[in-house]
């Protein structure tokens, strides 16, 4: 019997010729090398601690000055505007028997409007006390003041509308000679201490803009604020400490810390071991040494 090798060694190398074909065919392609994409920074969570004293600073300054309502410290010893029927200062008789025991206690309901175009309406409650050395009747010298104001604030402007929630107690008292009735713009007294507890919730949001809402909500204590009344109010010592938080272009943020008063309407920031100067009248921060 004669074998058929030839029909079958063709067969064979089919076989092996396909089978080297599908395994060629299998094989993948070289992966292209990717681009190099710079890593992309998360979003931001919180604001720089100078960014956070500039708000800060602005918020306790246009607080203490009665912008967002309540007792401005700058007029010095003094029944403020908003507590009387008209928008002049109180007239108190100058019989220090009439000043001491002068201890108004009333509900606060008014509206204010600024040219034709910011209108707001403020509630609430004012209490407000003389202190003077020496008992009744035998007043002698007058000594300072205290005060406490809880009010809440609505009102439009026409690029935003805004709502300010603030709480204060002071206790003032004069540090240079006197012996006056009532101390009015400086003209006296010059010197004054502030002692007190400060709530300053302040809401801004745009009406007519792409301006994202803002917020700072502060609590300040303050400690021997000196304020020097011929000087535009300038605070020339003293401390406060604060806790605040808030948001500034849908960015949040929170901070603890205190505030050294300099002098020449500059003060100390002191957040997470870190101090920037700032300038009250403009509210710039720079790092402090």
């Not at 070289?30 to 600073?57: G, M, Y």
């Not at 002049?88 to 028997?97: E, F, N």
């Not at 400086?186 to 801004?204: A, C, E, Q, R, W």
Request: charged fraction near 15%; hydrophobic fraction near 35%; glycine fraction near 8%.
């Amino acid at each position: 019997m004669k074998l058929k090798f030839k029909p079958a060694l063709a067969l064979l190398a089919c076989i092996v010729l396909f089978y080297m074909a599908c395994k060629k065919t299998s094989q993948p392609p070289d992966a292209p090398t990717p681009p190099v994409i710079a890593p992309v920074p998360p979003p931001a969570t919180t604001l720089s601690e100078a960014a956070a004293s500039s708000l800060i600073a602005g918020n306790l300054m246009q607080t203490l000055s009665g912008a967002y309502g309540g007792v401005n410290i700058n007029d010095g010893i003094m029944i403020p505007g908003f507590a009387t029927q008209s928008n002049g200062k109180a007239s108190i008789g100058a019989d220090l028997k009439d000043l001491c025991p002068f201890f108004p206690d009333t509900l606060i309901n008014y509206n204010t409007t600024t040219g034709d175009t910011i209108k707001s309406k403020t509630t609430g409650i004012f209490k407000f006390y003389f202190t003077c050395l020496g008992g009744y009747p035998n007043y002698s010298v007058l000594k300072g003041c205290g005060s406490y104001d809880s009010l809440a604030t609505v009102g439009v402007a026409p690029r935003d509308s805004f709502i300010y929630n603030i709480k204060a107690y002071y206790q003032a008292t004069i540090l240079d000679s006197a012996n006056t009735t009532l101390v009015t713009n400086g003209t006296v007294n010059k010197l004054i201490s502030f002692d007190g507890n400060v709530k300053s919730f302040v809401d801004t949001r745009a009406t007519k803009s792409p301006i994202n809402p803002s917020s700072v909500h502060a609590y300040y204590t303050l400690k021997g604020l000196v304020i020097d009344l011929t000087k535009n109010g300038d605070i020339t010592s003293g401390t406060v400490a604060f806790e605040a938080k808030g948001t500034n272009n849908k960015i949040p943020w929170y901070y603890t810390g205190s505030i050294q008063f300099l002098g020449n309407h500059k003060a100390s920031f002191t957040i997470n071991t870190l101090t920037y100067n700032v300038d009250l009248l403009t509210g710039k921060a720079s790092a402090g040494t």
